[in-house]
């Protein structure tokens, strides 16, 4: 045997015939006989063929689950759906005057915008509306702290926040306080937990100036356009209808603000209607990029200009209230009800709907996405009449009794409840002293009356 053999032959190698078998006994190949490779080599050899099994099947997967894929892609932006009879994406790619026609596409770039609005709040509030508060005379602190007991804070925490006279009486004899002062205690707990005035006062300012800002630009550019003054403009040459830059900047900056609320709620003030809201700024959502999408976009800003005239009103109306200005804010909340009632009620439905529902029926026809636009904007007007409803009595009661009464949904508990704290912070649980009945509060409903 000659030395080369040898020092394989002491490496272990098996030798038969010049061909040596593989590793753990695998494949052969040809060739001079190599010794078997090293344990460790050996699991790292197990390990890359593992992967490279698991990369084929990925492949595999991949491959097959591209056909499903390119069905459900298909049916998502099937022009049977989105467009009218004998009209597809391809017609909408060819040039027009301005932006082109609306695209999909588009709606991307409300994202950087969205959160570019984000940041500006955030400076506004910080920089402009508190100064502004603070100016007026609204305090940069919180409700008064009531006084610590870990026998009341367990009670108010693990059972109830609103003790029954039954458990009045049993924590009177335990702690060996009177009812009144255990009551006072359980109003100042509940109020400590409220946020505010201040970061109220800072977020109203903040929307009260976008509903202003992007309303006086909405009218400012419908003024100018021949579908605000003839509303059967918004389906002539319907879908081939050029996306002006001014159209443009309105239909997204709306969009970017409601994308830039639904980042913001989540850090904002938790109110009492928070899921509504959540729902109702994704129907919002989903209306203005349905809108956009399909190009029924003149429309769009019609009803968005409709729904901006009272928002700001509204909010308006509440930094009167969190400034103590009662007069303003009940003259304010009844203009923003009679501009809500003659929109929402009036030309909403005799004048948007008619020309979405009829007009828009006997120039384009009826096809897929028109029904389910439609059907949107009818619930809309569902809920116009609810809250109308609401806001009508409302209303009414200012009138009535000469101040905006508190509503049920209010980020406020109640106005006598907040009375009640004042008389214990200057006296606590003097039960033979005032209650502030005389005073007036006026506290306002949340945002649920302008963020329909």
Known sequence: MGGE???????????????????????????????????????????????????RGGRKMATAAQGPLSLLWGWLWSERFWLPQNVTW?????????YGYPRGRHILSVFPLAAGIFFVRLLFERFIAKPCALHIGI???????????????????????????????????????????????????RNQDKPPTLTKFCESMWRFTFYLCIFCYGIRFLWSSPWFWDIRQCWHNYPFQPLSSGLYYYYIMELAFYWSLMFSQFTDIKRKDFLIMFVHHLVTIGLISFSYINNMVRAGTLIMCLHDVSDFLLEAAKLANYAKYQRLCDTLFVIFSA?????????????????????????????????????????????????????????????????VSKDDRSDVESSSEEEDVTTCTKSPCDSSSSNGANRVNGHMGGSYWAEE
């Open 339 to 403: 501009v809500f009632m003659v929109t929402r009620l009036g030309i909403y439905p005799f004048w948007i709907l008619n020309t979405t529902l009829f007009e828009s029926w006997e120039i384009i026809g009826p096809y897929a996405s028109w029904w389910l636009l439609n059907g949107l904007l009818l619930t809309l007007q569902v809920l116009h009449v609810i809250w109308s409803y609401l806001i009508a009595r409302i209303a009414l009661k200012a009138l009535i009794r000469g101040k």
């Open 90 to 98: 391809a017609d909408l790619e060819g040039p027009a005057d301005g």
């Open 5 to 55: 053999e040898a020092r394989l032959c002491r490496g272990g190698g098996r030798i038969r015939g010049g061909v040596q078998k593989g590793p753990e006994g695998g494949g052969r190949w040809s060739g001079p006989a190599l010794g078997p490779p090293p344990r460790g080599f050996r699991w790292l050899w197990r390990q890359l063929t593992l992967v490279a099994a698991v990369a």
């Open 139 to 189: 305090e940069d602190s919180g409700p008064y702290q009531a006084q610590p007991n870990a026998i009341l804070e367990k009670v108010f925490v693990s059972i109830t926040k609103y003790p029954d006279k039954k458990r009045l009486e049993g924590l009177s004899k335990q702690l060996d306080w009177n009812v009144q002062k255990i009551q006072c205690w359980f109003r100042q707990r």
